[in-house]
């Protein structure tokens, strides 16, 4: 029972980690999803408190990994973007 509760809890900190458009949007959700999540984990140890600080840090730290590929991605195809313009451009 324990366990699905944690694997639950898991799925829906991974699908919401994404949330937000900026990279502290990014690292706040991922902290506040990082804390919740630890907290419920911790509490199966007795010690829901130092599981939040835990999943906060590591939460907060996903996110901005997460931001980090988002932006390196989008950077990616503005660049793409701009060069087939410009291809086109010098076509005609």
């Known amino acids: 029972m324990k366990l699905t509760h944690v ?3 898991t799925v829906a900190v991974v699908a919401l980690t994404g949330c937000g458009t900026t990279t502290g949007e990014r690292t706040g959700t991922g902290a506040v999803l990082g804390a919740a999540t630890g907290a ?4 199966f140890s007795g010690n829901a408190g130092k599981g939040a600080l835990i999943g906060a840090g590591v939460g907060a730290l ?3 990994a997460y931001d980090d590929v988002k932006r390196k991605e989008e950077e990616q195809r503005l660049q793409q973007q701009q ?10």
């Open 7 to 9: 694997s639950l809890i």
């Open 40 to 43: 419920a984990i911790g509490s």
């Open 62 to 64: 996903g996110g901005y």
């Open 83 to 92: 060069q087939q313009q410009q291809r086109s451009y010098n076509y005609y």
